[in-house]
């Protein structure tokens, strides 16, 4: 599959659209490896939407005859539900599913809260995770680490079914998810650097793009439908648990430590050994020529250099852009089965449309050489500021119907995108002997928007108003934080990467040496 190629010679800032083939982005057999590694953590860390569906309510209505101040229509009015005797209370008939707000009655009045509070959890163990386990990782290594997070995190699904079906304390099942979400902090962090140092920089998009989270929420969506009414949404764990342990063990030990990492702590020599092993399972020849490394600098040898150093600290503030995208998107994503309509086609849509911008994206990413984070960040942060501005005019005038749905579909699909943009920012913005502490700390600030995402939607159900103008406020000053402040990385090799003036400099020269190339090299392949 080919794209015609035209390419405007008079012009060197001009945007060139290029041929592309699925030979372009350089996978061999090694690859392969690698993305199930990158697949296996994206089932793991689609936990992170579980509140969705733990949350999930359906509307209901009091079967109390006579009454002429109860509304007999299905409904989620909490006035109702209150006035109503607990055993009159009937909800919508094709329930797939009793949710933990379901089982343990987090409805309406004071218990309301407990729905946010059973996100919170999660959401704090996540906001540990990221700092602890990054940097943790950046001093032991990316392997082990990701082993041990994975392997505990797993456990800790197991103990979501043990406390769900033995003990009727949600207190026991707070406390699992809470330690769930340590490990989910140390699989976003870790398991994403793990992945992005043994890739090229033009493979990097495509990864995000054809191997996603939202391909895996569409299969949860799947499995979730296909079961009779009122199974319970706990006992999904256990049908799939088993495969998940043998595939991810297995993906893993396959896969080798990141020479990346090795060059950054002076091991040369199993370095070299590992890069051997690589090439071997790439089916590579064994007189092929190994990678050269660029020399490290002894001022990005420390931790605590995410601290004292004004260039990095410098850096990963302004990449606290993350922050905007995480309160938007998961207040969006809790907000979701509020949406009217059908629970599962609206989530299987949404899915879906994510699944297929990302693919789009690798498609623009590579066709066009010139279009950059830069790029991708402000036009999808200006599209999820429109969305959200347009539902503040139909929530405002009380409007419930599928321009609802529609604005909601394509704010969450943009705000995809940012996070896409951030993601690859984080790991092309700082030296690998730090890359995963800062990482760590960027995906900190990341989870504070997310403890606040689910108190948002809480309070969204007394001012309908308060969600969608958050995004509008916040994604009004991420535009111009990433307008004014944030540098290009595109094409840029990981070891290459350097904090000061003169080094910076020497990057941006070397990402537009690296671009130029690549346009080279796939003008001579057509």
């Not at 060197?12 to 372009?24: C, K």
């Not at 590992?274 to 931790?303: C, T, Y």
């Not at 394509?410 to 502490?437: M, N």
């Not at 309908?464 to 307008?483: H, R």
Request: proline share 3%; charged share 15%; glycine share 4%.
């Amino acid at each position: 599959m080919t794209f015609n190629s035209i390419n405007n010679k008079n012009s060197l800032t001009s945007q060139r659209i290029t041929t592309i083939n699925f030979n372009f982005f350089d996978f061999n057999r090694f690859h392969f490896y690698i993305l199930l590694c990158w697949q296996f953590g994206i089932f793991f860390a689609a936990q992170m939407v579980f509140p969705i569906f733990s949350n999930y309510l359906p509307k209901w209505k009091c079967n109390l005859i006579n009454s002429t101040t109860i509304n007999n229509d299905f409904t989620r009015n909490c006035s109702i539900f209150k006035q109503c005797p607990e055993d009159l209370i009937e909800f919508e008939e094709n329930i797939q599913f009793h949710s933990a707000a379901m089982e343990y009655r987090w409805i309406c009045g004071a218990q309301a809260y407990k729905q946010a509070l059973f996100s919170q959890a999660q959401f704090s163990g996540v906001l540990i995770g990221t700092l602890t386990f990054g940097a943790i990782s950046d001093t032991f290594g990316r392997k082990i680490v990701s082993l041990i997070v994975l392997t505990v995190g797993i456990l800790s699904m197991f103990a979501t079914v043990f406390f769900k079906a033995f003990s009727p304390n949600w207190h026991f099942l707070l406390a699992s998810r809470l330690i769930l979400g340590l490990c989910l902090g140390g699989n976003l962090v870790v398991v994403y650097t793990f992945v992005m140092e043994h890739l090229l920089p033009k493979q990097r998009m495509a990864i995000r793009g054809f191997i996603n989270w939202v391909i895996k929420i569409k299969f949860d969506l799947q499995k979730y439908n296909l079961w009779p009414n009122g199974t319970d949404v706990l006992s999904y764990y256990p049908k799939i648990t088993i495969f998940k342990i043998q595939i991810r063990n297995w993906s893993f030990i396959i896969n080798l430590e990141s020479p990346t990492w090795l060059h950054s702590k002076g091991r040369l020599e199993q370095m070299r050994i590992n890069e051997r092993k690589i090439a071997r399972l790439a089916g590579l020849p064994p007189s092929i020529n190994l990678p050269q490394h660029e020399q490290l600098s002894a001022k990005e040898s420390s931790v605590w250099n995410l601290i004292r150093d004004k260039a990095l600290f410098k850096r990963v503030i302004v990449l606290w852009v993350m922050f905007t995208a995480a309160v938007s998107g998961y207040s969006i994503d809790l907000n979701s089965s509020n949406i009217s309509g059908d629970f599962y086609f609206n989530q299987c849509l949404l899915s879906l449309l994510c699944a297929f911008s990302k693919i789009c994206l690798v498609l623009v990413d590579t066709i066009f050489p010139k279009f950059s984070r830069r790029n991708l960040h402000q036009y999808s942060q200006f599209i999820v500021i429109i969305s959200a501005s347009l539902l503040i005019i139909l929530v405002y005038f009380g409007h419930d119907g599928i321009g609802i749905f529609l604005a909601n579909l394509i704010g969450l699909t943009f705000i995809e995108l940012t996070w896409d943009a951030c993601y690859l920012w984080f790991v092309e913005s700082v030296p690998t002997t730090l890359r995963a502490s800062s990482v760590g700390s960027c995906s900190l600030i990341a989870r504070i928007g997310t403890l606040i995402a689910p108190a948002l939607v809480f309070v969204n159900t007394f001012w309908s108003l308060s969600v969608y103008l958050v995004i509008v406020l916040l994604g009004l000053f991420n535009l111009l934080i990433s307008w004014l402040f944030l540098y290009e990385t595109k094409g840029i090799n990981l070891d290459a990467v350097h904090l000061h003036n003169n080094e910076i400099k020497n990057n941006k020269n070397l990402i537009k040496k690296n671009m130029e190339m690549e346009i080279l090299k796939i003008e001579e392949k057509n």
